[in-house]
C-alpha cells in the first residue's frame, strides 16, 4: 500500500529553501514511528535537505532523480521505472514523503495521506495538493489539537477514494 506522509501550513505549504517549514519534535516523532523499517520515496531535493545528504537510517530510500548517483540508497532516474518499483512493492508498506513534485506525481497512486497541519503561515514556496477541495479525496480522521514549540497543530488523515492503479 503506497501512503504520503506530509506535514503543511495552513496554505498546504511543505516546506522553503529545500527546508522544512516549522520545528515539530512531536511530528517529528510521529514521522520516525510511522516510516521506520518501511520503504520511503522522495525525490533528490528531498534527499539533499536531511543532515549530510544522508538517506534515513533504518527505511530503505528510493530517490528519484536523474543526476545522483549513490551506493546508500536506490536511484531511480524516472517516474516510470519508479513506478515500476513500487508495483514490485505492492504488498509492502511504502511511504512518499515529498518534496513537491515527487508528491503530485504519485498522489493518484497513494491511498492513504498522513498530514500534520500547522496552524500557523509558514511562509512557503513549495506546496502539497489541498486535499479538502480535491473531489478525491476525504478526510477520514482528525486529532485533537496538540501544541509544539508555541504551534497548533492536528494529526489527520484523508483517504483516496479514487486510487490509480499501477
Not at 98 to 118: A, D, N, R, S
Not at 135 to 141: A, I, R, V
Amino acid at each position: 500500500m503506497i501512503k504520503a506522509i506530509v506535514c503543511v501550513d495552513k496554505n498546504w505549504g511543505i516546506g522553503r529553501d529545500n527546508d522544512l517549514l516549522f520545528c515539530l519534535p512531536t511530528d517529528m516523532k510521529f514521522f520516525r514511528q510511522t516510516t521506520l523499517q518501511k520503504t520511503v520515496v522522495m525525490g533528490g531535493n528531498t534527499l539533499r535537505s536531511f543532515p549530510g545528504g544522508n538517506p534515513l537510517k533504518n527505511r530503505e530510500n528510493i530517490v528519484l532523480s536523474r543526476t545522483q548517483v549513490r551506493d546508500d540508497c536506490k536511484i531511480v532516474p524516472t517516474l516510470d521505472g519508479l513506478l515500476e518499483e513500487l508495483k514490485a512493492r505492492k504488498n509492502e508498506e511504502v511511504f512518499v514523503i515529498g518534496g513537491e513534485q515527487v508528491y503530485k506525481m504519485l498522489l493518484p497512486y497513494c491511498e492513504v495521506i498522513l498530514v500534520t497541519k500547522v496552524e500557523a503561515d509558514g511562509g512557503a514556496t513549495a506546496f502539497f495538493p489541498n486535499l479538502d477541495s480535491h473531489p478525491d479525496f476525504s478526510l477520514e480522521c482528525s486529532g485533537k489539537p496538540q501544541e509544539d514549540n508555541g504551534l497548533s497543530f492536528r494529526f489527520t488523515t484523508y483517504k483516496n477514494n479514487r486510487v490509480k492503479r499501477f
